[in-house]
């Protein structure tokens, strides 16, 4: 099984590695000129084809790749992102355990905080570890069954190719956790079960419909990016898996209502009444409107960190703001920044953005995807 990784020249990695350089030097006055680690910096390039972050580059360089996440809403808190150096673990059972650690801390009973956890690089000598899971927290998918024990179907072929590897499955309810897949360095990859006290989950109850609670819908409270590389100055970290915290229409709008995920609307809509004959009656936008009304409501009572679209919306014209100050521009994809309901009821769907790329940025690099449907996972 051949895995693919981006392979960059020294002179593409002293070119960025020298952008990345000066940044951080700029942007912490502390750190004096950069002239000394520049030469540092291209000595070591030229002995071992790569250089090695100092822990305080490390962190201002995640904080950046946040800054320049082009698809994310959430930016305004960059500065605030708790860095875990990890990068001296290449073993996926260290990696799987850190993976669990990580999600403990950054949910903090419920007061979600943004987190990353860095493993090992890629070197010019070998690729650095990887994780195959899209997110540190996933559901089963059980395949094409007329009931709400499906699952998530975004992970059905995940499932299937986890189960024929020899995981005996969960309960067969609608959200069993999926076991993690890490492939160390030198290693296949291995699935890890996640424990449940690594997960904290939030009961879906509507504020004003009673009856929710027997579907037994849930969510996890934190989202966990993690087949992402991020890449700093050059050097990049195929294993970094990082959070926020979820805007409700990620989880209210796509992740239950997607016709491809949960496809909870029609129930919904049933429940509430509503006639389901005609889309002329905007059955699915009510039936829309409803499941994210519950979704922020069952978290705001959990104690769970949640944002909704509108007050998000304001946060990132705040972040707009607050960086053109500072004199750099904001690269944005607004496909992504606009919210996946009532869109024009938000200030961002009335802006124009470039979605300019960065050097320093969390990237899906060549058959990431793939890894995290379980393609050749054997």
């Not at 693919?4 to 350089?21: G, K, M, N, P, Y």
């Not at 009821?345 to 890894?371: K, L």
Request: proline share 6%; glycine share 8%; charged share 25%.
């Amino acid at each position: 099984m051949e895995i693919l990784h981006q392979r960059s020249t020294t002179a593409q990695v002293w070119e960025a590695a020298e952008e990345f350089i000066r940044l951080f030097h700029r942007e912490n006055r502390d750190a004096g000129d950069p002239q000394a680690r520049l030469a540092a910096v291209r000595a070591e390039l030229a002995d071992t084809g790569s250089y090695v972050h100092t822990p305080q580059e490390l962190v201002h360089g995640a904080r950046v790749a946040w800054r320049n996440s082009n698809r994310c809403i959430g930016r305004l808190y960059w500065n605030s992102l708790r860095v875990r150096d990890r990068r001296a673990l290449t073993d996926a059972d260290d990696i799987a355990a850190e993976c669990f650690e990580h999600l403990r801390e950054a949910t903090n009973g419920g007061r979600v905080r943004p987190t990353i956890t860095v493993f090992a690089p890629d070197t010019p000598d070998r690729p650095g570890p990887l994780i195959w899971s899209e997110q540190l927290v996933r559901y089963a998918g059980y395949g094409d069954h007329p009931s709400l024990t499906v699952g998530d179907a975004r992970n059905a072929p995940l499932t299937a190719a986890l189960l024929r590897l020899g995981w005996p499955g969960g309960a067969g309810t609608p959200f069993d956790l999926l076991p993690l897949v890490v492939q160390g360095v030198h290693d296949t990859p291995r699935w890890f079960d996640t424990p449940a006290d690594a997960v904290l989950e939030v009961p879906i109850e509507h504020p004003d419909q009673g009856g929710w609670a027997d579907w037994g819908l849930r969510w996890h409270a934190v989202p966990a990016i993690s087949n992402m590389c991020l890449e700093i100055g050059g050097v990049h970290y195929p294993a970094a898996p990082f959070n926020g915290w979820y805007m409700g229409t990620e989880i209210g709008a796509r992740n239950l209502a997607d016709t491809d995920r949960y496809n909870l609307l029609p129930a919904v809509a049933r429940r509430l009444g509503l006639d389901l004959s005609s889309d002329r009656s905007l059955w699915k936008d009510r039936a829309l409107v409803e499941l994210n009304r519950a979704v922020l409501h069952s978290f705001d009572r959990a104690g769970v960190t949640i944002a909704d679209h509108h007050s998000e919306s304001r946060r990132f014209l705040s972040h707009l703001e607050r960086e053109r100050r500072k004199g750099r521009e904001v690269g944005a994809d607004w496909s992504w920044i606009v919210p996946p309901i009532s869109g024009s009821a938000t200030p961002v769907f009335h802006r124009t953005f470039e979605d300019s790329p960065s050097s320093t940025a969390y990237v899906h690099h060549s058959g990431a995807q793939e890894r995290a449907q379980g393609r050749d996972l054997v």
